[in-house]
């Protein structure tokens, strides 16, 4: 017995030490990520003003177009996995709006990496409004730093196709700790832009945060402004989203992780997948040109299921990986049963697909999952519209 209690206390103290040893290495990061543990913010909250409410037609029980059975067999699903919410939007009308306990219509869920498909579209809202000359400019263009080096000679596309040729770092033994840095900490630009070149730029795929965080660096420097503002004023509030929060890295710097953090309600996700199902429309206006929209969804050549900062559905592969580093990965049980999906992935299951064929979107927001099934949620109410 003592020795049992001598081993628990060694435990106890190795991991006071190891605590004391990360905090005084870095104590932004460390607090940050003790404090997202327990559910709070992981850096400085900034609003992101919304609209007055979009109308959301909801379909009576006479008027749905998808039968009980199948929406019963799909709530049950989002239930199994710790979902917040689960909407589905079919022929002009929810045919489904569902909150699981504790979470309602007001609730702003974390989603993760979602929020690249809404980078995707202000990128080309911010080229049509005249603050970025082209999709194929160089970011040397507008960052001073990378002016005179090859990496200036990296394009928006590229960048948005994630096919940028930049290194990034992952959670591992070599790079954790500049990883924790661009994911928790105060000092996001000079981690995302002291990246070096790994590869050509334009050969390979490499799904990561770094490439989509130059963006936004990009972007508010081409348009002066800062990005809730203009993400604000270009975007949501214009198709009749709630206010969202975006995270920015300190107080000092203000730099939004666009990567991910839009933390927004399920149902101003809906409106994001409408303006996706819409060609660029909402409420009567071209939001978004619709030749920008068409390029988003557009297969890139180093990613047939990739298009601008959005997944897509072109081929069927059973188990997607995002990158050669990371060992993350998402299932694909089977082919999606519509040719032409479009979604939005937030790590751990946070979802928005778009099936333009059968004017179906769906939302789901909730608590990550660690083994996603991507076919098997869009597949059963593709089959119950077809």
Same mark, same amino acid.
């Not at 002016?147 to 770092?169: C, E, S, V």
């Not at 990965?329 to 082919?335: D, G, W």
């Given at each position: 017995?003592?020795?049992?209690?001598?081993?628990?206390?060694?435990?106890?103290?190795?991991?006071?030490?190891?605590?004391?040893?990360?905090?005084?290495?870095?104590?932004?990061?460390?607090?940050?990520?003790?404090?997202?543990?327990?559910?709070?913010?992981?850096?400085?909250?900034?609003?992101?003003?919304?609209?007055?409410?979009?109308?959301?037609?909801?379909?009576?029980?006479?008027?749905?177009?998808?039968?009980?059975?199948?929406?019963?067999?799909?709530?049950?699903?989002?239930?199994?996995?710790?979902?917040?919410?689960?909407?589905?939007?079919?022929?002009?009308?929810?045919?489904?709006?569902?909150?699981? &306990?504790?979470?309602?219509?007001?609730?702003?869920?974390?989603?993760?990496?979602?929020?690249?498909?809404?980078?995707?579209?202000?990128?080309?809202?911010?080229?049509?409004?005249?603050?970025?000359?082209?999709?194929?400019?160089?970011?040397?263009?507008?960052?001073?730093?990378?002016?005179?080096? &090859?990496?200036?000679?990296?394009?928006?596309?590229?960048?948005?196709?994630?096919?940028?040729?930049?290194?990034?770092?992952?959670?591992?033994?070599?790079?954790?700790?500049?990883?924790?840095?661009?994911?928790?900490?105060?000092?996001?630009?000079?981690?995302?832009?002291?990246?070096?070149?790994?590869?050509?730029?334009?050969?390979?795929?490499?799904?990561?945060?770094?490439?989509?965080?130059?963006?936004?660096?990009?972007?508010?420097?081409?348009?002066?402004?800062?990005?809730?503002?203009?993400?604000?004023?270009?975007?949501?509030?214009?198709?009749?989203?709630?206010?969202?929060?975006?995270?920015?890295?300190?107080?000092?710097?203000?730099?939004?992780?666009?990567?991910?953090?839009?933390?927004?309600?399920?149902?101003?996700?809906?409106?994001?997948?409408?303006?996706?199902?819409?060609?660029?429309?909402?409420?009567?206006?071209?939001?978004?040109?619709?030749?920008?929209?068409?390029?988003?969804?557009?297969?890139?050549?180093?990613? &047939?299921?990739?298009?601008?900062?959005?997944?897509?559905?072109?081929?069927?592969?059973?188990?997607?990986?995002?990158?050669?580093?990371?060992?993350?990965?998402?299932?694909?049980?089977?082919?999606?049963?519509?040719?032409?999906?479009?979604?939005?992935?937030?790590?751990?299951?946070?979802?928005?697909?778009?099936?333009?064929?059968?004017?179906?979107?769906?939302?789901?927001?909730?608590?990550?999952?660690?083994?996603?099934?991507?076919?098997?949620?869009?597949?059963?109410?593709?089959?119950?519209?077809?």
């Amino acid at each position: 017995m003592r020795i049992v209690k001598r081993l628990l206390v060694a435990v106890a103290a190795l991991l006071l030490l190891s605590f004391a040893a990360a905090y005084l290495a870095s104590p932004v990061v460390t607090t940050r990520a003790l404090a997202g543990l327990r559910g709070g913010p992981t850096g400085v909250l900034e609003t992101v003003k919304g609209g007055l409410p979009a109308e959301v037609p909801v379909a009576s029980a006479a008027e749905r177009a998808i039968d009980q059975a199948t929406l019963d067999e799909a709530v049950a699903w989002a239930s199994a996995n710790d979902s917040h919410s689960l909407l589905v939007w079919h022929n002009g009308a929810l045919q489904l709006e569902q909150y699981f &306990p504790g979470y309602d219509r007001n609730t702003r869920s974390p989603t993760q990496s979602m929020h690249k498909s809404v980078l995707a579209l202000v990128i080309g809202v911010a080229i049509s409004d005249g603050f970025i000359a082209s999709v194929d400019d160089p970011a040397g263009r507008y960052l001073k730093e990378w002016a005179k080096d &090859p990496r200036g000679a990296i394009t928006i596309r590229q960048l948005l196709q994630q096919a940028n040729g930049l290194d990034f770092p992952t959670l591992d033994l070599a790079s954790g700790g500049e990883f924790l840095s661009l994911m928790l900490g105060d000092r996001l630009a000079e981690v995302v832009l002291s990246q070096p070149l790994a590869t050509t730029p334009g050969t390979f795929f490499e799904y990561n945060n770094v490439g989509p965080e130059v963006l936004g660096i990009i972007l508010e420097r081409a348009t002066g402004r800062r990005y809730a503002d203009y993400l604000s004023e270009s975007l949501w509030s214009k198709i009749g989203a709630d206010d969202a929060q975006v995270t920015l890295d300190s107080e000092e710097n203000r730099l939004a992780r666009v990567f991910c953090c839009l933390d927004a309600t399920a149902r101003s996700w809906l409106q994001v997948g409408l303006l996706y199902l819409n060609g660029g429309m909402a409420n009567g206006e071209q939001i978004v040109p619709a030749s920008w929209m068409r390029e988003v969804t557009t297969p890139s050549p180093a990613n &047939p299921n990739y298009g601008y900062l959005t997944w897509l559905g072109t081929e069927h592969v059973p188990i997607r990986s995002y990158n050669s580093k990371a060992g993350s990965t998402a299932s694909h049980s089977e082919p999606f049963a519509a040719p032409d999906v479009i979604y939005f992935d937030g790590f751990g299951g946070a979802r928005v697909y778009v099936i333009p064929s059968v004017s179906l979107v769906i939302v789901r927001t909730g608590a990550i999952v660690g083994k996603f099934d991507d076919a098997w949620l869009p597949n059963l109410l593709t089959r119950a519209v077809d």
